[in-house]
């Protein structure tokens, strides 16, 4: 299975690039994560929130491999168990399908991005910062295939 995290942001620290690829090497052959970092628009005092993130949404939008399966990461989503994100993971495996997580920038996603997405999904009620979700999804990605894989890592 394929899957893509499309994430507003470049240059993280390096703990954000450690954790996320200790969890995409962990996944072998089962699973084929792709991080795909979108340079945030450059902000100028002329410029507000909305219109930055009308160009994150194009830059997004664009980078979006057809026929894939989209998850908008948005606080305001639906919270998710393990248990459906792993049947979720089963059901696109079983039809064929990519599936892209799409991370936005410190403004969140602009409503050309959600409208396109075919779920929203939160990751928690508290805000995290948008590196740290790198992290997150990753390892939820680990834990839902080793789940269906019923490897022990994940002992619910």
Same mark, same amino acid.
């Given at each position: 299975?394929?899957?893509?995290?499309?994430?507003?942001?470049?240059?993280?620290?390096?703990?954000?690039?450690?954790?996320?690829?200790?969890?995409?090497?962990?996944?072998?052959?089962?699973?084929?994560?792709?991080?795909?970092? *979108?340079?945030?628009?450059?902000?100028?005092?002329?410029?507000?929130?909305? &219109? @930055?993130?009308? /160009?994150?949404? !194009? %830059?997004?939008?664009?980078?979006?491999?057809?026929?894939?399966?989209? *998850?908008?990461?948005?606080?305001?989503?639906?919270?998710?168990?393990?248990? &459906? @994100?792993?049947? /979720?993971?089963? !059901? %696109?495996?079983?039809?064929?399908?990519?599936?892209?997580?799409?991370?936005?920038?410190?403004?969140?996603?602009?409503?050309?991005?959600?409208?396109?997405?075919?779920?929203?999904?939160?990751?928690?009620?508290?805000?995290?910062?948008?590196?740290?979700?790198?992290?997150?999804?990753?390892?939820?990605?680990?834990?839902?295939?080793?789940?269906?894989?019923?490897?022990?890592?994940?002992?619910?």
């Amino acid at each position: 299975m394929d899957v893509t995290l499309l994430a507003i942001g470049t240059k993280m620290p390096g703990w954000v690039n450690d954790g996320y690829q200790e969890y995409a090497k962990r996944l072998g052959r089962d699973c084929k994560l792709t991080l795909k970092e *979108i340079p945030s628009p450059r902000k100028s005092n002329s410029q507000d929130s909305a &219109s @930055v993130c009308k /160009k994150e949404a !194009q %830059l997004l939008l664009a980078a979006i491999p057809k026929g894939a399966y989209v *998850i908008a990461l948005d606080e305001h989503g639906k919270l998710k168990s393990t248990r &459906s @994100v792993a049947d /979720k993971f089963q !059901q %696109l495996k079983e039809s064929s399908r990519s599936l892209v997580f799409i991370i936005g920038g410190a403004d969140g996603l602009s409503d050309l991005v959600l409208n396109q997405c075919h779920e929203k999904w939160s990751l928690s009620k508290m805000t995290f910062p948008h590196a740290m979700v790198r992290v997150i999804v990753a390892e939820q990605i680990y834990r839902a295939i080793s789940l269906l894989n019923n490897h022990p890592y994940h002992r619910a």
